[in-house]
Structures are given as C-alpha cells and as structure tokens.
C-alpha cells in the first residue's frame, strides 16, 4: 500500500516523539542513576568523617587516661587507657576499609596508622617509665605532644579531603538535576510542538474528509434528484397522456354527427371522459400534496369531527366515483363519536389506501374500513385480499415514484402511499404494514389524541 504524504508526515511525526520521549527517559534514567551514586558517596563520605573524628576522639581519651595514670597513680585512668587503646586498631582498620578505593587517602592513611603507632609506642614508654619510677616526663611529653599534633594534622588533611569529594559531588548531582530538568522540558517541549503538528495533520485530514464526503453526499443526492426527476418526468407524461388520449378520443367519437349514437355508448364514452379526468385530478392533487409538503408549507388545521359520519361520506364518495365491482365494508369498534383530526388530510390518507385497496383487488372481492377507537389514540385499518406487497420492497413503499415488481399493467403513479406518509405524520401519527404476496394486504394508521 502506497502511503500519501500526509500519512509519511503523521508516522514520522509520531515516531520522532517516540524517539525524544526514549532519549529523555533514558537520560532520566542515568541522572537518577548518578544522583543515587551521589547520595551513596555524601553517605560514604559521612562514615568515613564519623570514624575519623572517633579516632580522635579515641586518642584524645587514651591520652586523657594515661596522664591522669601518670600524674595521679588511679588505676582505672589506666584501665581507660587500655579500653581506648584496644578500640583504637579496630576503629584504625575501619577507616582503612572505607578508604580502599582512594590511592590519594591511602597515602595519608599509612601516615596516619605511622604516627598511631609511634604515639601508642611512645605512651607505653612513659607508662613503664613511670611504673619503674623513672623521670622523664618533659622529654616524653615534647615527643607526645609533636605525635598528636601530626596525627591532628593528617586527620585534618583526611578530613579536608573528603569534604572536598563531598563538594564535588555535591555541585555534580546540582548539575545532574539542572541537565535533567532542562533535557526534560526540552523534550516535552518538542514531543508536544511535534504532537501538535501531528494533530494539526489529523484535523487537517478530518476536515478534508468531512469535505469529500460531503461532496459525495451531495453528487449522490443531485443523482437520485436527477433520476427523481426523471421518474417524475417519465410518470407525468405517461400518466398523462393515456387519460388526455382517451378523452380526446371520447370527445372526437362524440362529436361525430354523422353516426347515430345510441344513449348507452354516449353514457359509455361520456364515463371514459369523466374516469379519466378524475384520474389527472387525483394525479395533480397528489402531486401538488407533496410539493407542499416537502417545501413545508402544507399546514395542519385540527377540528372535532364526527368519525362514523366522514367515514361513510367517503365511501359514498369513492364508490361513485368509481365501477362498484368492490363492495367497501365499513367496521367500527368501541363506539367511536369524535375525534380533533384535519379533514382533508384524513380525506387524502383514507381515500388513497381505500383506491389502492380497489386497484390492486380482484373484482367482487371485499374490501374493508375498519374504525377503532381508544382512549388516547384513533385507529383506521384498511384490508383487502388483493396481490399483496413483497417483502423486500416493504422498505421503500412509501418513497415517491416507486412500484412493486408484481404490479404487472396496473397504472399507478407511485405517489400515493408518499402523500399518506406526510399526512400522517402531520398528524403525529404512525403507519404500518402487514403483507402477503397473493394473499391480501392491511394497512394500519394510528392517530393520537389529547
């Protein structure tokens, strides 16, 4: 499938944000990384000045128990000597542990573990030259005195040190979160800039749809517009000339007055006349029906009428009008009186559906008008036993122009059953159908009431 440019456009836009979303995770990732082995080394670098001020603190109390020992005979300043002495290797050997991985500690480590070990021989010195009873105490607290101070100074220089590491990783972990906070707007700066350009192509291609399909909504109902037209054309025409011809015809037979005509051809060319002028009458009258009621100018005016009463009034009317060959029976049920209805709309519904009823029926076959009436809604069926209605035309029996299959050389206009529709819903009502092929069919409009 070739893709259009507009889809590459899409698919590189949404792969690009993809892309800078992984690089910000990922340098995410290694700032978080980073900044947890920064956390680990200020810890580190806080055990490591914790054991060295220890030692000193060690020193300081050995040092504090051998003068009180020295200068005052207690033997438990000797035994606090002892105790911080013995302490002392093992705080010695801590600090050694925590410095394995520094070269440059290492160095002033051996120093210091140096001048320990000269400070411990030179105290112990003095302890058995004070327990022999040998005098040289200036001596040995000038050598004393210049061993703490070195050891003093090299634990200065330790502590220097990893507080110098300790600002170093302090400022690299401050940088690591400036980078990860600049990286991180930067990217979603631009995941959303590109998301926006990708939406923007999306809307872009929506609306371009959206036009296409209107433009293919609209060349599909100019075509069906087009071939309603012409069906409407084809109809007029043909619907119109076979009455126009055989009044032409009749009034030509009868305006022959070199023949003897007797009453009953003239009664018969006279009924083809006014047969085939009612037929253009209703053709106009359907016609002008449903203009008016697409252009939404066909109005609905309610008014009380006696049900029974107009009912019977148009079967008069359609049975005179028409050959009576089709006995109309008029049914009603649950004693219906009035009822708010628009009469020539009802006269438009009732009268179409009773002609179909009579054009589609074979001759002598009943012909039914059934009056139903219920507390809030009116019912008129209309039955007959005539050629019924396919089912797969049941669908478009009420657009215009539209004929079943099986109607063979019966003439109609197709219009009828559409007025009904618009009738009907002008009332707010409802109709439907119940039909079979060669076994009749039922018509049944629902009308409600107030």
């Given amino acids: 499938m070739k893709w259009s440019l507009e889809r590459k456009w899409i698919a590189s836009g949404f792969g690009l944000s993809l892309l800078l979303m992984g690089i910000v995770s990922l340098i995410s990732y290694q700032n978080a990384t980073q900044l947890i082995a920064s956390s680990n080394k200020v810890k580190h670098t806080h055990e490591v000045m914790k054991s060295l001020i220890d030692i000193f603190a060690t020193l300081t109390d050995a040092e504090a128990g051998r003068r009180g020992y020295i200068l005052f005979g207690e033997r ?12 002392l290797d093992a705080k010695v ?45 200036a001596l040995q607290a000038t050598k004393i005195n210049q061993t703490r101070g070195e050891i003093r100074q090299t634990l200065i220089q330790l502590q220097a040190r990893e507080e110098q590491l300790l600002e170093i990783s302090v400022k690299h972990s401050q940088k690591n979160i400036h980078n990860r906070m ?68 009749s009034a030509q037979l009868l305006a022959q007055s070199d023949r003897q005509w007797t009453e ?33 100018k066909l109005e609905f005016h309610s008014e009380l009428l006696d049900l029974e009463a107009f009912c019977l009034n148009l079967i008069e009317d359609i049975q005179f009008c028409n050959q009576p060959q089709h ?27 009773l002609a179909n009823a009579i054009k589609y029926s074979p001759a002598e076959a ?10 809030d809604t009116i019912i008129f069926q209309v039955k007959d036993s005539g050629i019924g209605i396919p089912s797969d035309f049941q669908q478009h029996l009420f657009e215009p122009f539209h004929r079943a299959e099986n109607v063979g050389k019966i003439v109609g206009t197709g219009l009828g059953l559409a ?23 039922t018509f049944t409009v629902k009308i409600p009431q107030k």
Avoid at 327 to 353: G, M, R, V, W
């Fill in 93 to 137: 050997t801590n600090l050694q542990q925590q410095l394995a991985d520094d070269t440059s500690q290492q160095q002033q480590l051996m120093k210091l573990k140096v001048l320990i070990a000269q400070r411990v021989e030179l105290s112990q010195q003095s302890l058995k030259r004070q327990e022999l009873g040998k005098s040289t105490v």
């Fill in 76 to 87: 438990s300043e000797l035994k606090r000597y002892e105790q911080a002495m013995q302490s």
């Fill in 182 to 249: 600049l990286i991180e707007f930067l990217g979603t700066v631009l995941s959303f800039a590109i998301l926006l350009a990708v939406y923007a192509l999306l809307y872009q291609q929506l609306v371009k749809r959206q036009k296409a399909e209107a433009l293919q909504r609209t060349l599909a109902q100019e075509k069906e517009l087009s071939e309603l037209k012409l069906r409407f054309f084809s109809m007029v025409s043909h619907e119109f000339r076979t009455p126009l011809s055989i009044i032409l015809g």
């Fill in 264 to 296: 009953e051809k003239k009664v018969k060319n006279l009924h083809r006349i006014q047969s085939s002028a009612r037929s253009m009458n209703q053709l106009l009258t359907d016609i002008l029906t449903l203009t008016r009621a697409e252009a939404g």
């Fill in 366 to 375: 009943d012909i039914l008008l059934i009056l139903i009436c219920e507390s």
């Fill in 419 to 441: 007025v009904v529709k618009k009738c009907v819903e002008l009332h707010q009502g409802k109709i439907s159908v119940e039909s079979e092929v060669g076994m009749g069919t």
């Fill in 327 to 353: 006995p109309i029976k008029f049914i009603t049920k649950n004693n219906c009186t009035h009822a708010q209805l628009d009469e020539n709309l009802l006269y438009s519904i009732l009268s179409n559906l």
